[in-house]
Structure formats: C-alpha cells, structure tokens
C-alpha cells in the first residue's frame, strides 16, 4: 500500500505545471544555473528513471532533498515536525476518547431522556461545524476577548527551558506546553468527540438491547455492573472502527488546526511544499500520512483481538 | 431522529404518542412511500429537509445569477458580491459599533475589508459548496459503485486490484490528497470537484462492495444466472438497486463531509479563487480582522454549519427510515 500511495502522489507531483527551480531561484535567474539546480536534484532525467531512482531511494529509507529548504534532507524536515502533529492529534484523541465513550454511554443508558437529547444536539453540531471555524471562535473568545489562552504557537513538553520564554525549569515548559496546546486541541478533537459519542451511543443501544443484557439484568445484576461489566465492553468494536477511521480524518484536520494557530508541523509543512512546489518534500509528507494511517490501522487490529478474543490473525488473512 | 421501535417503546414521549398513530397508517405502505412517510413523520428529519430546501433554492437562484446573468440580480435589487465599496469596509452587524462605525440596515450582518455586504457574500457563496458538495458526492457515488460492485462481483485478482487501489487513496488524508490534486492540476473550481469526488471514491466502492457480498449470494441471484442473464444485467438491474438504501443514507451524509472539505479547502486557499464569494474564503479573509470585527468570521460559519447540519439530520433521517430492523 505504501508503494501504491509513493506512486500516486510521484504521478500527482509529476503532473504540476511550473517548475520548483524556477520558483526557488526567482526570475532573470540565467539558464545556465537553473541548468546546475536541476541536475543536481535530478530533475533532469526522463520520469522513469527518476521514479525508479526515488522508489530506490524510499526502500533505502532516502525521501531525497527538499528543493524549498536549500537541500536539507526530506526525512530530517519530518520529523523536525512530526512530534508536532503527533502531539496535537494525541492529545485531540485523548479529550475524544475520555469525552466521547462515557458521555455516549450515558446517553445510551438514558435513551430518550434530557441527557440523550442534550448529547446528541451537541454531537449534532460538533459533526456540522468546521474544526477550523471553531479555531476562529476559540481565538476570538479566549485569546482576543477573555485573554485566557494564547492564538498561536506550541511548545513541546520536552523543549529545553532556555529556548521556551518565560520558563525557568522543566515543569514551567510543560505548563507553557498544556497552555499553548488547550486551544488547539478543542479544535481539532470536537469533531472526534461528536463523530465517535454518536458510534458509542448506537453501538451501545443494539448492546443494550441484546437478550444476555436482559438476562443479566432478569438475574438481579445492578445496572451499573451490567452497563460497565457487559455492556461497554461488547459496543467498543464499532467505535474502534470509527476511531481509526477518524485518524485520517484527524491528520487532515491537523492541516487545518495548524494553519489557524500558526504551528509549525506536518500540515503547515506541506502547505509550504505544495506553495513551493517542492516536489520531494510534498511527496515525502503525504508518504508519511499514509505511514500514520497503516500504524494506526495495525493498532486498531491489535485492539480488536484484545476486546474481542474471539477475533485472531494467525491465518494472515483478514 | 426517533426511530419507531424506540418511540413505541416510550409512550409518555410527546414525538412518540403522534408517532404510535401514525405508525397505523403507514403500515400497508411500502418502498419510496413507506420511507417518505416516516421521513414526513421524523420532526428533526423534517427540519433537515426543510434546511436543504431552502439552502438549494438559494444556491440555485445564486448559480444562475452569477453564471447566466452575470450578478445583474444581485447588483439591481441589492449589492455587487464582488464588486469593491468604498468607506465602508469592516462595518459590524446592524446595531453594533467598532472603530470603523456602527453598523446600519443596509449592511445587516455588516461588511468585509474591502466594503463589501456580507450577507450578500455569504448568501452567493452557497452555489459554491452546494455545487461542489452535491455533484461531488455524485460523481463519488457513481465511481465508487462501480468500482464497488465490479470488485465485490467478480471477485478474485480483479477484487484484489481494485481494493488495494482504494485502500491507497483512502490512506491519504483527504485534505491533503485534494490539496496535491489542486496544485498539479490549478485551482479551478471543476478541479476541486473531481478532487473531493475521488476522495470520496473509496467511501462508496467500500460500501457497495460489502453490500454486494451479501446480496451475491441470495436465491434469485442464482437464479438469474442459472438462466442465463449476463453479468453486467445482473449486476445492473439486480444487485445495485438492491444496495441502494445504504448509499442513500451514507450520500446524504457525505454531502455534508464534503461541504466542510471545500470549506477547508477554500479556507487554505486551494478552492476557488477570489473574489468569487465561497464561505472558506470568506472566513480566511476575515482572519485578519478577528480583533476589530469578530462577526466577520462568526456568520460565514453559521452558514457552513445550519447547511451542514441539513445534511446531517436529514441522513440521519433516512438512516432510521431504511433500517430494516426499523421496519418489523
């Protein structure tokens, strides 16, 4: 699959009009160093054989050099800026996930009632609004009226305290870090929390509904034992689904949130290759999405065999 | 968003006790009717509708002024789209101040920096995001479908085939994948349409295919073979019409998707270009003037929110009408 996604973005890069040079160097740029440039890159051997030579170079691990940051390797450019997006799509996930499954849980247990009602408008919405405009309001409200958090940037937790201002120790980075990250993660985690509360509140229902439910329930078992005991357990599968689903809605989405906070990471870095038209810095971050998503893909498998044992994958075939 | 086995259940409800009558007079009905009528029933499906309609009338009437008629509607009887003003740039709503003026009935959600009337703006940047929302999510439909059904019918290398292909376009986030598609081919607005619509490919070859596994195996599809229909009939007539419902339900839903794909699209500015009015563009315009006048970046997401919204309950909607398990 990951030959397949280096083959499909090597044909998209490939079919851009302008050259990424030309861009770099500027006009009046005489033709002899553009000529220099562009061998040097190898931009001027026919499309085979620079095909073959890059996915030579992506089995070795070689993503080439990014054209837009004066040659400095493509896979050093990522993963400058990939613990960036981890870190917001983690912790986007982690307030999904704690926020999600017990408030769809709840609105499962208490089907029809206000709290249903309640969660599901709120779900409703947090599925129709653009992530990106929440990130607007977010800024308005907590950074421009209520002064609160700040409009832009991230810290990582692990920065050292001289190159963070403000910050005298580890313990006033990681704090400066959790500031810089709470506006960000509101807008990028809303449309996961809504989009995985309305899985774990129908998965739920159909749990719910189920005659060993009944059973349990006929057998003097408390609602809360049967609720956390047999139910949650059962209706996590579709949300598991969903959950790895929305990774790459997330990663996307990450684009956006970046944008809007002005952080440095993936998404903003591609912003800036496709501007650019950096061919291998282009190719090199879509690469890494699709990496991101097989992880993701192969953690969602392994979490199924753990919530329901039943499921194994020694025949390979799946 | 009630569904009958719920609401029959919950007789106190106030939804539910029209609904157990109703459920009386829609029982012999079957097909389109039977669901038209529990669409009819369903009060928030309703509202989705109505949500839809209105926003469709809209983009319609916009389409044709803008494309036919060269804005002569909008710049007789109210305001140019596109056109600059002069003194009257970042007005607020009408009845609020800010250090450019108050803001009046004449521009009632205020203006943007270039003078324009913004809810002007935002009412031609409809026909953008239901045009490429809807033809969009068909060309998706249409794609994936057979994509789907050649894949789940026929099986074996071509199955094989077919489905790593669409895991690969499904890997790749769809922003960025529309994103690349948009700068190798220009930021035009038919190329943003066949971008978000390959994206939304994989979503439906998915769906029909593992529809297609289930209805594969039925009696009367045996039979037809056992006759002699050819495949391409069969899978024509027999088993696409039989996976219809789910398409339906998850179409409706993906306009919805798609409507915030373009926005965000247009937000970075790969979607359409300036000063065509389009409600991405017009909040990545507003970011620049978040602290003098917030209600610049508040109104175009209403926008981008109630029609989403329609999108969503009225999916949501169907969802529950077509359920088979909601039939019994």
New interface residues.
């Given amino acids: 699959m990951l030959i397949g996604i280096a083959t499909i973005t090597f044909l998209l890069v490939n079919a851009m009009p302008g050259d990424p040079v030309r861009i770099m160097l500027g006009p009046g740029t005489d033709q002899a160093t553009i000529d220099a440039v562009q061998s040097r890159y190898g931009l001027d051997q026919p499309l085979y054989e620079r095909y073959f030579n890059y996915m030579a170079g992506v089995a070795q691990g070689d993503l080439g050099n990014s054209i837009h940051y004066n040659g400095v390797p493509v896979t050093e450019k990522i993963l400058e800026r990939l613990p960036v997006t981890l870190l917001l799509v983690a912790s986007s996930f982690t307030l999904a996930i704690s926020m999600a499954v017990p408030l769809g849980a709840i609105a499962a247990r208490r089907q029809n009632k206000a709290t249903d009602h309640v969660s599901r408008i709120i779900a409703l919405i947090g599925v129709s609004t653009p992530s990106f405009w929440i990130g607007l309001m977010l800024i308005i409200v907590f950074a421009y009226q209520l002064n609160v958090f700040p409009s832009s940037g991230l810290i990582m937790p692990w920065a050292h305290p001289s190159d963070v201002p403000q910050a005298a120790n580890r313990i006033e980075v990681l704090g400066s870090s959790l500031y810089h990250l709470v506006l960000p993660t509101i807008t990028l985690g809303t449309l996961q929390t809504a989009a995985i509360m309305r899985i774990q509140r129908s998965s739920m229902l159909e749990v719910l509904n189920r005659d060993y439910i009944t059973l349990a329930q006929a057998y003097g078992v408390s609602s809360r034992t049967v609720l956390r005991k047999h139910a949650l357990r059962n209706a996590q599968l579709p949300v598991v689904t969903i959950i790895g689903i929305q990774l790459t809605t997330a990663l996307g989405g990450a684009v956006l949130t970046e944008t809007v906070f002005s952080i440095n990471g993936m998404g903003t870095l591609i912003i800036t290759a496709v501007e650019s038209q950096d061919y291998p810095l282009i190719m090199g971050v879509t690469l890494f999405f699709g990496v991101i998503f097989v992880v993701g893909v192969l953690i969602t498998d392994l979490l199924y065999a753990y919530l329901d044992p039943r499921i194994t994958y020694g025949g390979g075939d799946h | ?2 569904t009958p086995p ?2 029959a259940e ?1 007789g106190d ?1 106030p939804v ?1 006790s029209s609904a157990g009558e109703a459920d009386e007079s829609i029982r012999d009905l079957t097909g389109w009717r039977y669901t038209l009528a529990q669409i009819k029933r369903d009060r928030t499906a309703r509202l989705g509708w109505y949500i839809i309609s209105v926003v469709s009338v809209v983009a319609i009437v916009t389409y044709v002024d803008s494309q036919l008629l060269n804005y002569y509607i909008a710049d007789t009887f109210w305001y140019h789209p596109e056109r600059d003003a002069e003194g009257t740039a970042l007005l607020p709503p009408v009845g609020l101040e800010n250090s450019y003026g108050a803001g009046t009935w004449s521009h009632p959600l205020g203006t943007d920096q270039r003078g324009r009337d913004l809810l002007v703006r935002i009412v031609y940047g409809t026909r953008i995001a239901i045009q490429v929302g809807v033809v969009a999510t068909g060309l998706g439909v249409i794609v994936g479908t057979i994509i789907g059904a050649v894949s789940g019918y026929y099986g074996g290398w071509i199955d094989d085939i077919l489905q ?2 669409v ?11 529309v ?3 948009m ?4 930021r035009h607005l038919w190329i943003a349409i066949v971008g978000v619509g390959i994206v939304t490919v994989p979503i439906f070859a998915r769906l029909i295919r593992s529809e297609v596994l289930k209805v594969r195996e039925e009696e009367y599809i045996e039979a037809a073979k056992a006759i002699g229909v050819k495949d391409r009939h069969i899978l024509a007539r027999h088993i696409i019409p039989n996976s219809f419902a789910p398409v339906l339900v998850q179409g409706t839903l993906q306009i ?1 998707v798609n409507i ?1 794909i373009v ?2 699209l247009s ?2 500015g790969f979607g359409v270009q300036p000063p065509t009015p389009s409600w ?1 563009q017009i ?1 990545a315009d ?2 620049g003037y ?2 003098p006048n ?1 209600w610049f ?2 109104f ?2 209403i926008a ?2 109630v029609t ?2 329609g999108f ?2 009225l999916g ?1 909607g169907l969802r529950d009408a077509l359920d088979p398990r909601n039939n019994g």
């Fill in positions: 968003m009630a719920e609401t919950m409800q539910s790593r292909t895991e690969t376009v499904y890997a790749i986030p769809f922003l960025i994948l994103i690349a598609i700068s190798a081919f220009g919805g915030l926005a965000g937000f970075l991405g909040l507003s970011r978040m602290l917030p970046s508040i175009p997401g981008i929110l989403v919204m969503n309950l949501d």
